[in-house]
């Protein structure tokens, strides 16, 4: 399997964005998806996660702003991103693991990670 995400620019503040994740290769029918974004001199911070049977989980950072959502048609992960601010500015990452469970913001599952794209949003 393989990810790779698009979507990443750069915004004002109280802009949006919506990155996509495309998976291609062997897909397992049951599986977890998550977006994590570093910001520079920042530890990774698990942002949304999805499961195969549509539970989701935010972190409180962007609930309520950024919706996680994916296609399963397409093998596509999107995260819709609202109201950004410039604390939103990060390299923002797609992971990916077989593993079937609740949604999680932790990375350790996840054994397969896009390369990146970034975002930045200007005040």
């Known amino acids: 399997v393989q990810l790779e995400e698009f979507g990443g620019g750069s915004v004002q503040s109280g802009g949006s964005l919506t990155l996509s994740c495309r998976a291609s290769?062997?897909?397992?029918?049951?599986?977890?998806m998550g977006w994590f974004r570093r910001a520079p001199g920042n530890l990774r911070e698990g942002v949304a996660g999805?499961?195969?049977?549509?539970?989701?989980k935010y972190a409180d950072s962007v609930k309520g702003r950024f919706t996680i959502s994916q296609d399963n048609a397409n093998h596509t992960l999107y995260l819709q991103m609202n109201s950004l601010k410039p604390d939103d500015t990060a390299m923002y990452f797609c992971?990916?693991?077989?593993?079937?469970?609740?949604?999680?913001?932790?990375?350790?599952?996840?054994?397969?990670w896009g390369q990146g794209t970034q975002v930045t949003v200007s005040s």
């Open positions: 992971a990916w693991t077989p593993v079937f469970a609740q949604p999680t913001l932790s990375g350790n599952p996840f054994n397969l």
């Open positions: 290769g062997f897909l397992s029918r049951r599986y977890r």
């Open positions: 999805i499961n195969s049977d549509g539970d989701v």
